[in-house]
């Protein structure tokens, strides 16, 4: 069986895979990670979403080898310090989740989207989280907190949640490269304080 | 001294369940794995109707990690048949549904096989090695087909494809008058048929079940709505003792009425963890979800309205068809009974007559989902105000407004023989109408009429009531449904003041435990942070009927008032024993027992100390401060609302896209506005994709052609709108919180706002009905089949032939 060695959520871990087991399983029955879950079988649904090297991908199409020297962020890594994500606590204070199955996918799938448009108009939030399926919401306080957290991630917004100045659109927020060592790209990135 | 809390009610509190949901720390029934759990997986039928003429599964047997296959044949004695909850009639036929398909399958999808090994993986491998020989049967897939005489039965032995025939007539009930009088002598009348599509559910959470067989009780964890009728009836189907079963719902991911069900998977596994000893776990792929988790809705329709020449409606009949698909499930023949007391709607309506045929098909079983008949019974009549307007010339809000019940006639009694307790349809039409900007729309409308724009306008009105909380358990024995519909809650002020609210309710994304937690810190002026509510465990909360249809607020959280309310009663006694006066000296306010007249006092959390240490109680006190309650409302609670859609529609094309949509929904008192609006949305979303995109499709061999989300279109957030969304309240009377209930108002009434909104953009070119879901193939095939017979039959178009002529060379 392959050797892997993936940095989930700034840990590193080093397992024996079968081949064909899929990233999703392999964070969930191997390193309890159940903030990740699936939700369909044909890579539609999006509720499998996490981080590879800060991108976000469909962890149900991505096989555990393939992870194998990179870097993973799931849900459960973007609390710092018992502090909740900006996108995270925008979700809670714009109730833009019900029953929750698609809220990890949606918020990982959301924290790429900011990363690449700092300030989306709502057209734009609605396409980039166009992969992610959602039964209980409708939407529209999903946009709502995209938003939000795109406000409380901008320049001015304190210094921890800021987005790097001049570095808008290539500069990666914090979970596109995991793990506390970076203090750099944690100031810069999506990060509270 | 306490200090004064502010008011829980109507406080937009964010939700208490996000925490853990938001980090991840959840709870999903396949999360779970017992130690020396088997996975199983389960083979499904290919074929919609056949004979299982052998099962080979000895292959199967040698695979890799394989510790067992049965075959419905090595079950059929303990698997019992799944049980169906609604003998709508006495002369009602029901098959017999074993959970594991024993010589004969009726659906594709169908359970036929189960494996049970070391990892899911290895179950699943196993599948492939199990050799059945089908002997095919022919298929019958069509509801009017399957009435015909010679058409092939689905189950033999009932000699018919006709389940029952259920009828209401309102000259017959005294209720009203009679319809066919009013149709013969009508003045105008409209005959329309509309198709209500299979849809399904399709909650975002695969279904999952683990069944630990190990111990005093056989434990089950499942993604269920319903946890104790789940208990009740494994143990009534399967002979178990209801106190050896104890049913978990841990975190459910959404259910929308999918998962108001005893499934075959459940008791599956059920009945190979016993017959194992060992705890087994099933969690299905989406695709199995799509084909053999229960669909919802398909109806056939048949209406016809009488009015008079001024518009006032003077009869309406209802004559539907119902697909139970396969099987009944535990309530599949009551679904479009719900309807029947429904397609009266706001309107006064003085002569009502309405009947139903359920019919087996060789299809996925149908049962409840979001709305449950009250969608399809409002997409109807919705769509008949419509046309009436168009066939008499009027604007359909007019109509609509000559003929709904006034605000001053409630309590009303309607011809379908429910009581209205409240409404105001006039304040919620007139917000929507004024936030909507009705009459502008209306005269850009025009214009793009008048200028022959490719892209043409159209405006549907949804004006709509339903009845929600359901108990009363009266009403629903009168009906035939096999159990009340009470709701029980019980309170616990703990030692420390602290206070657990169980409640028999089963939450999967409501918020529940937010809102209950609001309405017992309200009424026992503690905290909300100080309350917590406890759910979905047969053990934890022993009593219950579980959450859907709406029922959870209005009975669920009016149980948990009235324990509120006898937990006071109880600390009013012992703060009168401790504070040393009469019963009638104290009164209760913020928290806080006080003397009458004096500044003497002492605080719930102090009584509830005293109660426990039951040092000093007064005569007949029983320790603790605790109480239970059960509540069974006297009748339905009525939301209502206006839902106003604006669609462009281009002519060219077929697309439709929603333009505006505005929403005035009247839920009574408002518990949570943060958790209503979030549920509007939710609703509006279902209801939207109804119209628009969503369906499930059979071949002609009976097989869904839309089994994966690739191909059944769930909307994405790039395919909605903003939605506008306001709110009137008119208390209900039938409880004393005033709630209604909102988890279904916009699906209900979504549908047909849209869809008469996209008609109303092509009634000018001859197009009176579009089937749902509306999309771009069959806009653009209405739009061209009108135009094509508007050249051989002119008057078809009802005005503006100039598009038409227009739209010839398109
Ligand atoms: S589970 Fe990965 S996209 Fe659905
Ligand atoms: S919150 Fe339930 S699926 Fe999104």
Known sequence: MPRITVNVDGTEYTDEVEPRMLLVQYLRERLGKVGTVVGCDTSNCGACTVHLDGHSVKSCSVLAVQADG????????????????PLQQAFHDNHALQCGFCTPGMIMQALDLLAEVHEPDDQQIREGMEGNLCRCTGYQNIVRAVRDASQRMQPGAGPAVEHAPGEAQSQAPVPRTPADEHVETRVTGGRQS | MTSVLEPELGRARKRKEDARLITGRTRWTDNLTPMGTLHLAILRSPVAHARITAINTDEARRMPGVSAVFTGRDIADEQGSLPCAWPITEDMKAPAAPPLAVDKVCFAGEAVAV???????????????????????????????????????????????????????????GTGGDVEQALSSAEVRVDRTFRQQRLIPAFMEPRSVVVDPTGEQITMWSATQVPHILRLMLSMSLGVPEQKIRVIAPDVGGGFGGKLQVTPEEVIAFVLARKLGRPVKWTESRSETMVSGH???????????????????????????????????????????????????????PAYHFSCTNVFTNKT?????????????????????????????????????????????????????????????????????????YQALREEQEERRRSGDPVQLGIGISTFTEMCGLAPSRVLGSLSYGAGGWEHASIRVLPTGKVEVVTGTSPHGQGHVTAWSQIAADRLGVPFEDVEVLHGDTQISPKGMDTYGSRSLAVGGMAVVSAADKVVEKAKKIAAHLLECADDDVEFASGRFGVRGTDRGTALAEVALAAFAAHDLPEGVEPNLDADATFDPENFSFPHGTHLCATEVDTETGE??????????????????????????????????????????????????TGTLADYLIPSAADLPEFITDRTETRATSNVLGVKGVGEAGTIASTPAVVNAVV???????????????????VWRAVTGARESSVTAPEAGGGLGSMDVQGGNR
Not at chain 2, 120 to 140: F, G, K, N, Q, T
Not at chain 2, 397 to 416: C, Q
Not at chain 2, 656 to 671: E, M, P, S
């Open chain 2, 365 to 437: 079983p149908t049962d409840a989902y979001r709305g449950a008949g009250r969608p399809e019974a409002t997409f109807a009549i919705e769509r008949m105000m419509d046309e009436l307007a168009a066939e008499l010339g009027v604007d359909p809000m007019e109509l609509r407004r000559k003929n709904w019940i006034a605000h001053d006639e409630f309590p009303y009694d309607t011809v379908a023989g429910l009581t209205y307790d409240s409404g105001n349809y006039e304040a919620a039409t007139d917000k929507a109408v004024e936030l909507f900007g």
């Open chain 1, 70 to 85: 990179h870097d993973v962020t799931t849900v459960e890594g973007l609390a710092q310090d018992g502090r909740l994500h």
């Open chain 2, 295 to 349: 669909h919802g809705r398909d109806q056939i329709q048949k209406l016809s309205m009488s009015a008079t020449r001024d518009g006032k409606i003077t009869g309406l009949k209802v004559g539907l068809l119902a697909d139970m698909g396969a099987y009944l499930r535990l309530v599949t023949p009551g679904i479009p009974i719900l309807g029947a007391f429904m397609f009266n709607a706001i309107y006064k309506i």
């Open chain 2, 760 to 778: 109303d953009a092509l009634r000018p070119m001859g197009v009176n009905d579009v089937q749902m879901p509306c999309s771009p193939q069959r």
């Open chain 2, 656 to 705: 439709v896209k929603i333009r505006k949509y505005v929403c005035v929904d009247d839920i009574g008192t408002v518990i949570n506005p943060l958790i209503v609006e979030g549920q509007v949305h939710g609703g509006l979303a279902q209801g939207i994709a109804q119209a628009l995109f969503e369906e499930a499709v059979y071949d002609e061999t009976g097989t869904l052609t």
């Open chain 2, 115 to 173: 494996v049970a090994a070391r990892s899911a993986a290895e179950a699943r491998d196993a599948l492939d090695a199990i050799d059945v020989d089908y002997e095919d049967l022919p298929v019958v897939l069509d509801m009017e087909a399957a009435l015909q005489p010679d058409s092939p039965l689905v189950h033999d032995d009932l000699g018919t494809n006709r389940n029952a025939t259920w009828t209401f007539d309102s000259a017959e009930a």
